[in-house]
Antibody, heavy 126, light 109 residues
Framework: EVQLVESGGGLVQPGGSLRLSCAASGFTFRSYWMHWVRQVPGKGLVWVSRINSDGSSTTYTDSVKGRFTISRDNAKNTLDLQMNSLRAEDTAVYYC???????????????????WGQGTLVTVSS | QSALTQPASVSGSPGQSITISCTRTSSDVGGYKFVSWYQQHPSKAPKLMIYHVSNRPSGVSNRFSGSKSGNTASLTISGLQAEDEADYYCSSYTNGLHVFGTGTKVTVL
C-alpha cells in the first residue's frame, strides 16, 4: 500500500524558515516524480513544486520561486520542502503527492496526482 | 499559468446525475489532455477520481466519468449518493506547470 506521511509543519514567524518532509513507503520511490501541493484552510488546492525521479530537475510556482527548495533522498525514501522567507500567505496545509505514470503499448499516462499524504499545517504568524 | 474555472457549487438529489465543468482561460490546446479530477471530503486529503480526461483509476466507482469538449472538461457523477457530497477539483498541466481549478462544492439534497 502506498503511504505518504508529511511532517515538519508548525507555527513560524514571518521571515522565518521551516523544512517539511514526506516519508514514502509501499512503492519504488526512486521511480516516481513527486510534488508538493498546498491548501489554505477553506480554500482551493494550489500546486507548489515538483521534482523528477532522480532529483536533477525541479519546478516551482511563481509565488515560491527563490524561497522554497524541493529535494529528495532516494536512499531514504524522503521528499523535502525547504521553505525560507516565509510570508503570511504561505499559511496552508501542505500535501506531498506522487505523480501517476504508466505506459501501455500505445500510450503513456502521467501528469496527475495519484496518491496524497494527509498533509501538514504550516502557520506563518507573529 | 492560466486558471481553470469551475462553478462554485452544484447540487442534486440522490439518484440524479450532475456535471461539473472545468474551463480553461488560455488557448493552449496541447496540455489539456492532462486533465484530472480530485474529490476532497472535509479535513481529508484529495483523492484521484479521473486522469487524462476520462480514465478512471482502479477502485473508483464507474458512476464517475470524465469528458472534454473544446476548452471545457467535465466530470459527471451519475446515480448521485450521499457519500459523493464533497469538494471537487480539476487539474491540468501546461508548459511545465500544474494548475488546479477553483473547486466545486457538490451538495446532495
Amino acid at each position: 500500500e502506498v503511504q505518504l506521511v508529511e511532517s515538519g509543519g508548525g507555527l513560524v514567524q514571518p521571515g522565518g524558515s521551516l523544512r517539511l518532509s514526506c516519508a514514502a513507503s509501499g512503492f519504488t520511490f526512486r521511480s516516481y516524480w513527486m510534488h508538493w501541493v498546498r491548501q489554505v484552510p477553506g480554500k482551493g488546492l494550489v500546486w507548489v513544486s515538483r521534482i523528477n525521479s532522480d532529483g536533477s530537475s525541479t519546478t516551482y510556482t511563481d509565488s515560491v520561486k527563490g524561497r522554497f527548495t524541493i529535494s529528495r533522498d532516494n536512499a531514504k525514501n524522503t521528499l523535502d520542502l525547504q521553505m525560507n522567507s516565509l510570508r503570511a500567505e504561505d499559511t496552508a496545509v501542505y500535501y506531498c503527492a506522487r505523480e501517476g505514470t504508466y505506459c501501455t503499448s500505445t500510450s503513456c499516462y502521467e501528469k496527475y496526482f495519484e496518491n496524497w499524504g494527509q498533509g501538514t499545517l504550516v502557520t506563518v504568524s507573529s | 499559468q492560466s486558471a481553470l474555472t469551475q462553478p462554485a457549487s452544484v447540487s442534486g438529489s440522490p439518484g440524479q446525475s450532475i456535471t461539473i465543468s472545468c474551463t480553461r482561460t488560455s488557448s493552449d490546446v496541447g496540455g489539456y489532455k492532462f486533465v484530472s479530477w480530485y474529490q476532497q471530503h472535509p479535513s481529508k486529503a484529495p483523492k484521484l477520481m479521473i486522469y487524462h480526461v476520462s480514465n478512471r483509476p482502479s477502485g473508483v466507482s464507474n458512476r464517475f466519468s470524465g469528458s472534454k469538449s473544446g476548452n471545457t472538461a467535465s466530470l459527471t457523477i451519475s446515480g448521485l449518493q450521499a457519500e459523493d457530497e464533497a469538494d471537487y477539483y480539476c487539474s491540468s498541466y501546461t508548459n511545465g506547470l500544474h494548475v488546479f481549478g477553483t473547486g466545486t462544492k457538490v451538495t446532495v439534497l
